[in-house]
């Protein structure tokens, strides 16, 4: 069964304001975490990733959060654009399987102008 | 520096045909995964080749399924006889090295009549 989750499907924000997007893991032995965006009709496309040694990590307007105690990962955008819909899937890559992905069902983000 | 390239990006094809689907990843990449998605849910892991190798096939049907990854060319995912639940989009993903980040193509999106 899945590893990874979501704990909310849908997230609908106002332009301008944060995003925050959640994500529940369950195997404590992935140490590498990515965070991915996909518009309708298009692959997935990275946004941002973590390995477990690491607890934050900063790119241009998103940070992701690694909370390994809870096994909880956050996906943070400040100062959300219109061009931010689409929806989210966190992933991990468990160290002892071959480096594959496991993804959680996302989480749709809709940006209201 | 090209993505990763899918063909064809649309494919259609009766009951009991087969479906062809090819991935050429980004230069310099050796290692190509095989990622299903089914309508409104994540991606699920098919697939691992390494040139010529497969590493993980843990996540492909045992039937009528199977994939390569020659020398030369591109990887080549190969369903015989679909059935209307193969009808789903299909995303192959690269990377330099595994437990390494993996770039998306476009996806094909199978339908079976």
């Known amino acids: 069964g899945e590893s990874v989750g979501l704990h909310l499907p849908t997230l609908s924000v106002q332009e301008g304001d944060n995003s925050i997007i959640n994500c529940a893991y369950s195997?404590?032995?992935?140490?590498?975490f990515i965070w991915y965006k996909q518009e309708s009709g298009k692959g997935p496309q990275f946004i941002i990733d973590?390995?477990?040694?690491?607890d934050k990590r900063q790119g241009q307007r998103v940070t992701v959060l690694l909370n390994k105690t809870v096994k909880h990962l956050s996906l943070q955008i400040a100062a959300t654009q219109p061009g931010d819909s689409a929806v989210y899937f966190c992933?991990?890559?468990?160290?002892?399987?071959?480096?594959?992905?496991?993804f959680g069902q996302g989480t749709e983000l809709s940006v209201k102008p | 520096n090209a993505g990763v390239m899918q063909n064809p990006r649309h494919l259609v094809r009766r009951r009991g045909q087969e479906a062809r689907l090819r991935c050429s990843p980004m230069?310099?990449?050796?290692?190509v995964y095989w990622y299903r998605q089914l309508p409104e849910e994540g991606l699920k892991f098919m697939v691992y080749?390494?040139?010529?190798?497969?590493?993980?096939e843990s996540g492909m049907p045992k039937e009528r399924f199977s994939a390569e990854f020659p020398k030369e060319g591109p990887s080549i995912l190969r369903i015989q006889q679909v059935v209307r639940g193969d009808s789903a989009a299909y995303f192959c993903a690269s990377s330099p090295q595994a437990y390494n980040e993996q770039f998306f193509g476009p996806g094909t999106r199978l339908t079976v009549l």
């Open positions: 080749l390494q040139k010529e190798n497969i590493i993980d």
């Open positions: 230069k310099g990449h050796s290692h």
């Open positions: 992933a991990e890559i468990p160290y002892n399987q071959g480096g594959k992905l496991i």
């Open positions: 195997n404590s032995a992935s140490d590498y």
């Open positions: 973590i390995r477990s040694n690491m």
